[in-house]
């Protein structure tokens, strides 16, 4: 339980309202906290803040800056056969997971977030003869069932492939953006069978002229129209030769849930979730960047050159968004957590991931990034896992500390202070994490 009260008016509700008053009043000129200040911090807190000399102006406590803190706790949602998750929207279904429910190597079907464009489809009748097309820009259309696909025609892989919304980490930019305010919770890493797509590609004969793919899927559009697809994304054909881009038939060595695409999806691992099709009809293959729902404009993409937060935009100078930037995870400590008096060390433990890259280091810290303690950092039992990180640190005395982490992917690109290339909808964001811990 967060260990935050509501006082009359909080310094989260203060920030919002005016943050330059807010930080003349709270560090005045020398932007240094310091005397009253520091104690009022602490009283607001409701404990003393050992490193507090080393919080930086303008930053508001992570403890303050929840929305459990102001007695706004988040809205959690129970689906049947689910763990307990964030509510992100109720039309389309979307919900988060707690990022103390991302502790497992791989992660159940009863943790694993749900990300919707549409309705959920009527699950089929006999899902061995749901059938899928492959066809466009190919020199023999390939159409199967899932029968089929699992009939040892092509051969069955399984891997364990971390899928991740690209709006994951939404919520930390600023100003606000639009779509659901995810935390750091929109992200999975299940073991996943099924058949390469660059085997099927390579079955039909790929044209020369083929260079993207379109993905279809069954789920309605919100308004029932049938010719409305709910999302149709697609990418380029290097991805899809990828040896790790599955069409898969099974997660966790079961049948594909419903809510995840059963009995059919694509699973594009690293890059946005949304090109990972769930409840999958058809592939098609193009020679032109694919222009169906979710394609183009601002959708799923970022700008090139920075443009001012907050601004309007077309798209206009945008990319795809494609392999998905350096993140972590902290799954043994929830931000709130209250601690014994005398606690003088903190086990941490998490998981990191980098898109098409690997993690090279995670490290730590508990005095507001002044030092940093570098993690274990275990290697991903295959290519597109996710990393186990570990570690110890200690602590000086009782008081307010909070936990940092960030982790480093093998380019040497690091997780940034703040979520850095603003766009209007607010995909990208990889902001070094902050958890709350109140010994005593």
């Given at each position: 339980m967060p260990f935050i009260?509501?006082?009359?008016?909080?310094?989260?509700?203060?920030?919002?309202?005016?943050?330059?008053?807010?930080?003349?009043?709270?560090w005045g000129r020398r932007g240094a906290l310091k005397g009253a200040a520091l104690a009022s911090l602490g009283a607001a807190l409701g404990a003393a803040i050992p490193f507090g000399r080393h919080l930086p102006a303008g930053l508001l406590p992570a403890a303050l800056a929840q929305p459990a803190a102001v007695g706004d706790a988040p809205r959690m949602v129970k689906l049947e056969g689910k763990a307990p998750l964030i509510l992100q929207g109720e039309r389309p279904l979307n919900a988060e997971t707690p990022e103390t429910l991302?502790?497992?190597?791989?992660t159940p079907a009863e943790r694993m977030f749900v990300r919707n464009n549409g309705q959920v489809p009527e699950a089929p009748a006999d899902p061995q003869r749901w059938r899928f097309r492959l066809d466009g820009e190919v020199n023999t259309p390939l159409e199967l069932t899932v029968g089929e696909l699992g009939s040892g025609r092509f051969p069955l892989?399984?891997?364990?492939?971390?899928?991740?919304?690209g709006g994951n980490g939404r919520s930390f930019f600023s100003p606000e953006t639009r779509g659901n305010q995810w935390g750091n919770g929109a992200v999975s890493c299940a073991e996943w069978t099924g058949v390469r797509l660059r085997d099927l590609l390579q079955a039909a004969g790929v044209k020369e002229?083929?260079?993207?793919?379109?993905?279809?899927?069954?789920d309605p559009h919100l308004s029932g129209d049938p010719e409305r697809q709910a999302i149709s994304r697609g990418m380029r054909l290097e991805k899809a030769l990828d040896e790790d881009t599955l069409v898969a038939i099974r997660?966790?060595?079961?049948?594909?849930?419903?809510?995840?695409?059963?009995?059919?999806?694509?699973?594009?691992?690293?890059?946005?979730?949304?090109?990972?099709?769930?409840w999958l009809t058809r592939v098609l293959v193009r020679d032109r960047p694919h222009d169906g729902q979710g394609m183009g404009g601002t959708s799923y993409r970022v700008p090139v050159a920075p443009i001012v937060p907050g601004s309007r935009n077309d798209g206009s100078g945008f990319r795809d968004l494609e392999s998905m930037p350096v993140r972590s995870v902290l799954t043994n400590l929830a931000n709130g957590t209250r601690l014994p008096a005398g606690t003088r060390g903190l086990d941490l433990r998490g998981q990191a991931w980098a898109g098409d890259r690997t993690v090279r280091a995670v490290h730590a810290s508990v005095d507001f990034g002044t030092t940093w303690q570098e993690m274990r950092t275990d290697g991903p039992p295959n290519r597109h896992a996710w990393q186990r990180w570990s570690g110890r640190v200690s602590?000086?005395?009782?008081?307010?500390?909070?936990?940092?982490?960030r982790a480093t992917d093998s380019d040497g690109m690091?997780?940034?202070?703040?979520?850095?290339?603003?766009?209007?909808?607010?995909?990208?964001?990889?902001?070094?994490?902050?958890?709350?811990?109140?010994?005593g």
């Open positions: 009260g509501r006082p009359e008016r909080s310094l989260r509700e203060l920030y919002q309202d005016d943050p330059e008053r807010s930080d003349a009043l709270l991302l502790d497992d190597d791989v892989v399984t891997r364990r492939l971390q899928l991740e919304c002229s083929g260079k993207f793919t379109g993905h279809f899927g069954a997660m966790n060595g079961q049948p594909i849930p419903l809510i995840h695409g059963a009995p059919l999806r694509l699973v594009t691992p690293g890059w946005p979730g949304s090109l990972s099709q769930k602590l000086p005395s009782d008081g307010y500390f909070e936990v940092w982490y690091m997780q940034p202070h703040v979520a850095a290339n603003w766009n209007p909808q607010g995909y990208g964001s990889n902001a070094i994490s902050r958890a709350a811990i109140l010994v």
